[in-house]
């Protein structure tokens, strides 16, 4: 199973960009999904989740700034962040968790992640 992200660079405060997650491999079923970020000298650090059915969670740093959304039939995780700050300056990672097949277990994986600037 890969994660692979895209859709990071660079933007001026205020500005908004959509991160993206593509899910591939073996996969029988996709659960639990998850933004995390990780700042310069920073521990990594939860942003949003969302679950199978849809429900969301988010830190409050990024409530009413950041969406987070998943395509199942892409096997594709969003995260919209709009209003953003250079304090959301960050390498984004997603990371799932992932059934591969109907007799196997669930395992999280891990994207590489992508770098987030925001600056003016």
């Known amino acids: 199973v890969q994660l692979v992200e895209s859709g990071g660079g660079l933007v001026q405060p205020g500005g908004s960009l959509r991160l993206s997650c593509a899910v591939s491999?073996?996969?029988?079923?996709?659960?639990?999904m998850r933004w995390y970020h990780q700042a310069p000298g920073k521990e990594r650090a939860l942003v949003a989740g969302?679950?199978?059915?849809?429900?969301?969670n988010y830190i409050d740093s990024v409530k009413g700034r950041f969406t987070i959304s998943r395509d199942d039939a892409k096997n594709t995780l969003y995260l919209q962040m709009d209003s953003l700050k250079p304090e959301d300056t960050a390498v984004y990672y997603c990371?799932?968790?992932?059934?591969?097949?109907?007799?196997?277990?669930?395992?999280?994986?891990w994207g590489q992640g992508t770098q987030v600037t925001v600056s003016s």
């Open positions: 969302i679950t199978g059915a849809g429900n969301t």
């Open positions: 990371n799932a968790d992932v059934k591969g097949s109907p007799d196997g277990g669930i395992f999280t994986y």
């Open positions: 491999g073996s996969i029988f079923n996709v659960y639990t």
